[in-house]
Nanobody, 127 residues
Framework: QVQLEESGGGLVQAGDSLRLSCATSGRTFSTYAMGWFRQAPGKDLEFVAA????????VYADSVKGRFTISRDNAKNTMYLQMNSLKSEDTAVYYCAAVPTGSGHYTYQARNLYSDWGQGTQVTVSA
């Protein structure tokens, strides 16, 4: 099990950028595939992006492709989500999630595959 803590959320205007961070505990961070999800008011939890343990594989939701970039620094046990050209529809609580994979190449989009979750950080984009 790994402890996850998101940070970096806030209130910005449309077109602005934010970078979210997900700090983790433990010494085996590189063996965990990681993902970002978000939940807007009144809506279901939505996949945003995922990255393999090695960082060599990434996948994005169509709604954020070309605007968001997921990355990780295994030496710092931290994952990031760089969000550019933010839109009002990006307003949501953003959660990071982790799943142990035992290897470095897999990414996962399905939320039920993740075993550990952070508490979330609010991102609000004003039009």
């Amino acid at each position: 099990q790994v402890q996850l803590e998101e940070s970096g959320g806030g209130l910005v205007q449309a077109g602005d950028s934010l970078r979210l961070s997900c700090a983790t505990s433990g010494r085996t961070f590189s063996t965990y595939a990681m993902g970002w999800f978000r939940q807007a008011p009144g809506k279901d939890l939505e996949f945003v992006a995922a990255i393999s343990g090695s960082g060599g594989s990434t996948v994005y939701a169509d709604s954020v492709k070309g605007r968001f970039t997921i990355s990780r620094d295994n030496a710092k046990n931290t994952m990031y989500l760089q969000m550019n050209s933010l839109k009002s529809e990006d307003t949501a609580v953003y959660y990071c999630a982790a799943v142990p994979t035992g290897s470095g190449h897999y990414t996962y989009q399905a939320r039920n595959l993740y075993s550990d979750w952070g508490q979330g950080t609010q991102v609000t984009v004003s039009a």
